[in-house]
T-cell receptor, first 111, second 114 residues
């Protein structure tokens, strides 16, 4: 699985969009980008995933660059409950189903 | 509603004792996983299973064992607990071959080994 790089921490004002970047410059053609988050003391929670097209669901949007070497998770209207550690994970779908978690980005949403 | 549960949620034990952490899921998922989470390390995979009677070692499997006798349960056993195994343990499950292969995590078990 390709390695990912994320900033260790970010701040966002409540109600504003939170844009969380992830660098995965060694990504292979068959590797997907997954995003999970972990709210304090809880188990990780799936957010969204994509291959090369931008994706949107009820929680977030995922923007993947054309060369697929980086991506951005967008929380359109961050709330205090979005304060969490966000993990960007790259892996081949259909193989092993193992997730390799890095240290993620700690997002702090403030009033 | 289908769910994944872990028990106990908190456990204190002594060095050298055998401890078993339970994980139960009602989604009928084939895949089940055990992770541990420690400060500075993120989540690390201990063991995983792709179905009944199947078990595999993860990156930090020493001192741990699992068995899969049915689809719903994957208990994690610490054969002889050590202080280095003080951690938060998360169980997860996923459906094989689904469009997302999303892993669903349990609430975690906090284990303290004295």
């Amino acid at each position: 699985d390709a390695k990912t790089t994320q900033p260790p921490s970010m701040d966002c004002a409540e109600g504003r969009a939170a844009n969380l970047p992830c660098n995965h410059s060694t990504i292979s053609g068959n590797e997907y980008v997954y995003w999970y988050r972990q709210i304090h003391s809880q188990g990780p929670q799936y957010i969204i995933h994509g291959l090369k097209n931008n994706e949107t669901n009820e929680m977030a949007s995922l923007i993947i660059t054309e060369d697929r070497k980086s991506s951005t998770l967008i929380l359109p209207h961050a709330t205090l409950r979005d304060t969490a550690v966000y993990y960007c994970i790259v892996r081949v779908r259909g193989t092993a189903s193992k997730l390799t978690f890095g240290t993620g980005t700690r997002l702090q949403v403030t009033l | 509603d289908a769910e994944i549960t872990q028990s106990p949620r908190h456990k204190i034990t002594e060095t050298g004792r055998q401890v078993t952490l339970a994980c139960h899921q009602t989604w009928n998922h084939n895949n089940m996983f055990w992770y541990r989470q420690d400060l500075g390390h993120g989540l690390r995979l201990i063991h995983y299973s792709y179905g009944v009677q199947d078990t595999n070692k993860g990156e930090v499997s020493d001192g741990y064992s699992v068995s899969r006798s049915n689809t719903e349960d994957l208990p994690l056993t610490l054969e002889s607990a050590a202080s280095s195994q003080t951690s938060v343990y998360f169980c997860a499950s996923s459906e094989s071959g689904g469009p997302q292969e999303t892993q669903y995590f349990g609430p975690g078990t906090r284990l303290l080994v004295l």
